[in-house]
């Protein structure tokens, strides 16, 4: 068993390139094909492993040899020095291993359950309708991010939560602050505080008012601290919003490149497919899933040493075309929404996999369909060069997406 593979270490995090704006960095893809284990520099320096192998990446989430705590001494940070500003006494259940992570992450389970989800479903669609209805009022052209694809994601998770509508653009700043590499500590460690204390505020309210919301919920609880609900609180805030957001504006922006494949979105035994494949082929999290190794594990050709960094790169997995291709198929670089795409990691795998996903999967359906339902003529207002996207977060995306119909 070898331990140093020939391929060069890979810098993180990666460049995107100029090329095509929704694959991941090439980077990674060109570490995929030398084989599923790559070293990586980090930027302090350190260096790490980079799974890139679906089989890789399954394990790498799945086995419990593999932690997610971030206050692991080397536990991989793709922000130099961050460890101060991320290493809080309370680390969201994301960011812990069980049982701590269970305990925490049991409590808001029941919220998100796809039955719970399901009966959410007219509210998610009259939040979609009334966002189209202010879009196009009395306009032929809009921002399709700011307008459309950041509010319905935004309203929801506000919904859920109990969080005031009214504070949005405060905390999607805050929260935009904590996903960008570009942020400075002092920005960081400011935004991180800001955003704790704004929930341990409205949590200390609800123990007092409880309402029929996530929040109130938590808080009348007593065995977890006014802490530990205000780092749920954020992580569901920022998980909630961010990624469905810049999954709807980059899934428009393929699909307007391929106006022959949304007539699928139309048919309701075929849209559910449609998404995976949309969350496969765009896996948004291009920065991959950090976690450190507990003991020595033997994984694809290499020894990973207990206390080697792992970053698990959940979008080159899921090109992988042993799992996603087939004779009749396009390049798993490239969208087919009659794909089987079931078996995608865009939401991770193992203990920490999305909690949120039938959440997202059905805002997902609901936005996607009833834009191009309701919207037909749906096209660019700009050239494709001219679109802006958002390589610097933690969450791939677009800053801006202007449309007219
Ligand atoms: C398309 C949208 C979404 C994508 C692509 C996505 C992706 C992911 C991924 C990859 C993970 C695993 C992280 C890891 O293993 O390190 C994760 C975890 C998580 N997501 Fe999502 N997510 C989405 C939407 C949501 C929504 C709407 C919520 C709801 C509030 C949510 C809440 C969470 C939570 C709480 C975790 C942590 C789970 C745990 O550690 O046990 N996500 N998500």
Redesign the pocket.
């Known amino acids: 068993m070898t331990t140093t593979p020939t391929a060069q270490a890979v810098p993180l995090p990666a460049p995107h390139s100029s090329g095509c704006p929704f694959a991941p960095p090439p980077a990674y893809t060109e570490a995929a094909a030398t084989g599923p284990m790559t070293r990586a520099d980090l930027p302090d320096g350190s260096s790490c492993w980079l799974a890139t192998g679906y089989a890789e990446v399954r394990t790498v ?1 799945s086995d419990r040899r593999f932690s ?1 705590d971030v206050r692991h001494p080397a536990f991989p940070l793709l922000v130099p020095g961050s460890r101060e500003t991320l290493v809080t006494d309370n680390p ?5 291993d069980d049982p701590e ?1 269970a305990r925490q ?1 049991r409590m ?1 389970t029941g919220d ?1 359950l796809v039955k719970r989800v399901a009966a959410l479903r007219p509210d998610i669609q009259r939040i979609v309708d009334e966002a189209l209805d202010r879009m196009t009022e009395g306009r032929t052209e809009a921002d399709l991010v700011t307008e459309f694809a950041l509010p319905v ?1 935004s309203l ?2 506000c919904l ?1 939560l109990g969080v005031p509508y009214e504070d949005r653009d405060r905390f999607q700043f805050l929260s935009r602050t904590l996903l960008s590499r570009e942020s400075t500590m002092e920005q960081l460690k400011a935004a991180r505080d800001e955003v704790l204390e704004y929930l341990r505020t409205l949590a200390a309210r609800k123990r007092e008012q409880p309402e029929d919301d996530i929040l109130s919920r938590l808080a009348v609880r007593d065995d977890l601290t006014l802490d530990e609900i205000a780092s ?1 609180g954020v ?3 920022i ?3 961010e ?2 957001a ?2 709807i504006s980059l899934s428009t922006a393929l699909l307007l490149e391929q106006p022959e494949q949304i007539a699928r979105l139309a048919d309701p035994a075929a849209l559910p497919g449609a998404v995976e494949e949309l ?1 496969r082929l765009l ?3 291009h920065t991959g ?3 450190v190794a507990l003991e020595d594990v033997e994984l694809g050709g290499v020894t990973v040493r207990a206390g080697e960094g792992v970053i ?1 790169m ?1 979008s080159t997995a899921n090109r992988d075309e042993e799992v996603f291709g087939g004779p009749d198929r396009r390049p798993t670089d490239e969208l087919d929404l009659e794909r089987d795409a079931r078996r995608h ?13 039938p ?2 999967r059905a ?2 359906q609901i936005a996607l369909e009833t834009l191009f339902r309701r919207l037909p003529g749906l096209r660019l207002a700009v050239t494709q060069g001219e679109r802006e996207f958002r390589t610097e977060s933690f ?1 791939y995306g677009m800053r801006s997406l202007p449309v007219t119909w």
């Open positions: 989430l997610a969201s259940f994301l960011r812990l992570h992450r808001v998100f994601p929801v998770i859920l749920t992580l569901l805030l998980a909630g919003h990624t469905t810049n999954m969350l896996t948004i999290v899933l950090p976690r698990a959940v990691m865009a939401f991770g795998f193992g203990v920490h996999q999305c909690l949120g996903q959440l997202a805002e997902l969450i």
